[in-house]
């Protein structure tokens, strides 16, 4: 005897669909990620749309983001004063 679940789907639907409120495309709560505090328990926006948010975020990190070493520099010289103001 052969151990057979369900894992061919030739039936169609039965598949919960959810709009992503960034690319507004019905996709299955699969393409969500998980959220507990959510109603249906995944957030409302797709994997795709949210990867694409994460890495802009971290460009502007990155981009935002001071070489280490730069404070260190300006203490070394000069720094007998205050800020000056102009
Ligand atoms: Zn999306």
Request: hydrophobic share 30%; with cysteine.
């Amino acid at each position: 005897m052969a151990m057979t679940e369900g894992l061919t789907s030739s039936a169609s639907g039965s598949v919960s669909l959810k709009p992503c409120i960034s690319c507004h495309q019905q996709k299955a709560l699969s393409e969500f990620y998980p959220h507990p505090h959510t109603s249906d328990g995944t957030i409302n926006i797709c994997k795709e749309c949210h990867k694409a948010l994460v890495f802009h975020r971290a460009r502007e990190d990155h981009l935002s983001a001071q070489p280490p070493g730069l404070d260190r520099l300006r203490r070394q010289g000069r720094g007998a004063r205050g800020p000056q103001a102009g």
